[in-house]
């Protein structure tokens, strides 16, 4: 297992279109998250899933966001109509739940999806 | 509202120096606190990591440190090589299961 894996790694769409991406998280993580990162920010939380449950959605997701986990391992993230503002990096992460005060690496992250729509 | 802030956007520092970056978190629930460096065009990678139980923690050329009174926690790179240019965030969460929330970064840049 390498790691997590993003595709594509760079999308550019006219504004309008729908976009999806992918991510395919470490085999043994049954958690997996959704950031996006755009310029000067840092990573900003969209969803998580524990198992195929999408557990917590943030405000940032619009009605014209949806994620999808349908096996439990890799997951889809869908942006419809899309809008200029929706130019980012799409980050996925993946980690096993946390287990009372143990210490953990936290989350392994994808390299990201650049998404430009113009 | 910014639960954890990196005032900070960039620190420019001499290699072979102490380089020290800085982060703030407001809320209290905060038990467990991670550093994060970035490469251009790569996501985000561990870096190290501390619990609200500890004041310290230091691995190699990395320590962090936490003061959870003043709710602030430092990250001291020492000695700083040029391959630590990066972008460095800091992520923080409570004892439940919400998501890691960032800071939004500082840039390092370490001159030879």
């Known amino acids: 297992d390498t790691g997590v894996s993003q595709d594509p790694r760079h999308k550019i769409t006219k504004r309008g279109q729908n976009v999806t991406f992918r991510c395919d998280p470490i085999?043994?993580?049954?958690?997996l998250y959704w950031y996006r990162q755009t310029l000067g920010q840092g990573p900003e939380f969209l969803t998580y899933?524990?198992?195929?449950?999408?557990?917590?959605k943030s405000r940032l997701l619009s009605d014209r966001f949806s994620a999808e986990r349908p096996k439990g391992s890799f997951s889809t993230l869908e942006i419809q109509r899309t809008e200029q503002g929706d130019s980012a990096m799409y980050l996925c992460a993946s980690s096993l739940p946390r287990t009372g005060n143990l210490q953990t690496n936290g989350y392994t992250f994808g390299s990201g999806t650049r998404l430009t729509v113009v | 509202d910014q639960q954890v802030k990196q005032n900070s956007p960039s620190l420019s520092v001499q290699e072979g120096r102490i380089s020290i970056l800085n982060c703030d978190y407001t809320n209290s629930m905060f038990d467990y606190f991670l550093w994060y460096k970035k490469y251009p065009a790569e996501g985000p990678t561990f870096l190290i990591s501390?619990?609200?139980?500890?004041d310290k923690n230091e691995d190699g050329r990395f320590t962090v440190f936490l003061n959870k009174s003043a709710k602030h926690l430092s990250l001291h790179i020492v000695p700083s090589q040029p391959g630590d240019s990066a972008v460095y965030f800091c992520a923080a969460r409570d004892s439940g299961n919400t998501p890691l929330v960032f800071g939004k970064g500082t840039r390092l840049s370490v001159i030879a």
């Open positions: 899933f524990q198992n195929e449950a999408q557990l917590e």
């Open positions: 501390i619990s609200s139980i500890k």
């Open positions: 085999s043994e993580h049954n958690r």
